[in-house]
């Protein structure tokens, strides 16, 4: 299964940062409390960091937002998300294979990472969930045709 295609089946959930319309972004200059209320009001776990809304300068996660919070206390709420953030964002495209991006998640230990174009504008973002629910989709239908070989059907 490609990325294209765990974009296209995220499409008709009606989930946020799933079309180039609605995909949540948030500026640099914002803060971690600006942060962490847009994770908590669309119920996701991070939130791609970008000034124009297209193109990705890091990325803000649940993760970080507590590991701030455990090592500086509250008053880091106050704090722009540039200052914290994860710069170095891991990004992939449409055609990218989504086992192959599973396995990046998996072994660099990030659950989210933004689709983007030739010219790096964003298209989308996948999470670690939406690979494996793709991933659980393959396998099914797999079986289902090797249960039709085997059955002669």
């Given at each position: 299964?490609?990325?294209?295609?765990?974009?296209?089946?995220?499409?008709?959930?009606?989930?946020?940062?799933?079309?180039?319309?609605?995909?949540?972004?948030?500026?640099?200059?914002?803060?971690?409390?600006?942060?962490?209320?847009?994770?908590?009001?669309?119920?996701?776990?991070?939130?791609?960091?970008?000034?124009?809304?297209?193109?990705?300068?890091?990325?803000?996660?649940?993760?970080?937002?507590?590991?701030?919070?455990?090592?500086?206390?509250?008053?880091?709420?106050?704090?722009?998300?540039?200052?914290?953030?994860?710069?170095?964002?891991?990004?992939?495209?449409?055609?990218?294979?989504?086992?192959?991006?599973?396995?990046?998640?998996?072994?660099?230990?990030?659950?989210?990472?933004?689709?983007v174009d030739d010219?790096?504008?964003?298209?989308?973002?996948?999470?670690?969930?939406?690979?494996?629910?793709?991933?659980?989709?393959?396998?099914?239908?797999?079986?289902?045709?090797?249960?039709?070989?085997?059955?002669?059907?």
């Amino acid at each position: 299964m490609l990325v294209k295609q765990l974009l296209s089946m995220k499409s008709t959930s009606g989930k946020p940062g799933i079309e180039a319309q609605t995909m949540l972004t948030i500026r640099a200059d914002a803060t971690l409390a600006d942060a962490a209320a847009l994770l908590a009001k669309h119920g996701v776990g991070a939130v791609v960091v970008s000034d124009d809304g297209r193109t990705p300068q890091g990325i803000l996660s649940e993760r970080d937002v507590v590991h701030q919070l455990g090592t500086h206390g509250a008053g880091v709420l106050s704090q722009p998300i540039g200052q914290v953030m994860t710069r170095s964002v891991q990004t992939c495209t449409m055609g990218d294979d989504a086992l192959d991006i599973l396995e990046r998640m998996t072994h660099g230990r990030f659950r989210h990472m933004p689709v983007v174009d030739d010219t790096g504008a964003m298209l989308g973002v996948v999470s670690i969930g939406d690979a494996v629910s793709g991933r659980l989709k393959e396998l099914a239908a797999e079986k289902e045709a090797l249960t039709g070989m085997i059955m002669g059907s």
